[in-house]
């Protein structure tokens, strides 16, 4: 069976450190990788997405991830946390027959 | 409406009852998925329904799980003879069209606020 792992179960950061979160996936051929986010109270969200070509893909809010298919990563970065970034952060991958595969997620915590 | 909406937000049960669980996918959106998230666990993939294809239904956990789409649109989740290890937040996705070789707006899901499930 397929499947996404998230390392980082829970991350602390102050405002203004750099983040990165970090996201494997099993080999399955051609995928579509996804990071959603889930604000407290609020409903899962997308950040960004990859399909194909530049492997280094910008989503909203400054987030960006890079895949490497090498590595079978997709890791999640920002370069300046701010307070408002504290959410859940879920990392999804779509294999062929489109089965959606999420991660367990990360939960980021940013101290103002 | 706007978005994916589920009812009802909150359901509280007996074990051993049957409970439906319903969504209301984006207009026009092809795809719906259930999906169960619980406590300190990702999303757990149950089902998904593409336009007039037979559903996916290889995530459901038991066959006490099953679940409808009627007329392409909305969805129900039953769960028959509920029991505690079912306490969750189901969550139901929508999305415009299927195809790892699509363009931009392919394959995002759109997510409802989910339903949480209480059995007690």
């Known amino acids: 069976a397929q499947s996404v792992s998230q390392h980082n179960h829970h991350v602390i950061l102050s405002e203004a450190a750099s983040l990165e979160l970090g996201c494997n996936y099993s080999y399955g051929g051609t995928v579509n990788l996804f990071w959603y986010v889930q604000y407290p109270g609020q409903h899962l969200q997308l950040l960004l997405k990859y399909f194909s070509g530049d492997p280094l893909v910008k989503g909203i809010k400054g987030f960006e991830a890079e895949f490497i298919k090498s590595k079978f990563s997709f890791n999640l970065r920002k370069p300046s946390v701010q307070w408002s970034d504290t959410a859940e952060y879920f990392c999804?991958?779509?294999?062929?027959?489109?089965?959606?595969?999420f991660g367990t997620g990360t939960s980021l915590t940013v101290i103002p | 409406g706007a978005g994916v909406s589920q009812s009802p937000s909150n359901k509280v049960t007996e074990k051993g009852k049957d409970v439906e669980l319903r969504c209301d996918p984006i207009?026009?959106?092809?795809?719906l998925y259930w999906y169960r998230q619980s406590l300190g666990q990702g999303l757990e993939f149950l089902i998904y329904?593409?336009?007039?294809?037979?559903?996916?239904k290889s995530g459901l956990p038991s066959d006490r799980f099953s679940a409808e789409r009627t007329g392409g649109s909305v969805s129900t989740l039953t769960i028959q003879r509920t029991q505690q290890e079912d306490s969750a937040v189901y969550l139901c996705?929508?999305?415009?069209?299927?195809?790892?070789?699509?363009?931009?707006?392919?394959?995002?899901?759109?997510f409802g606020p989910g339903t949480r499930l209480t059995v007690l």
């Open positions: 329904f593409q336009g007039n294809s037979a559903p996916d």
């Open positions: 996705a929508s999305s415009a069209a299927l195809g790892l070789a699509g363009g931009s707006s392919y394959n995002e899901q759109f």
């Open positions: 999804a991958v779509m294999y062929t027959g489109n089965q959606f595969y």
């Open positions: 207009s026009g959106h092809t795809a």
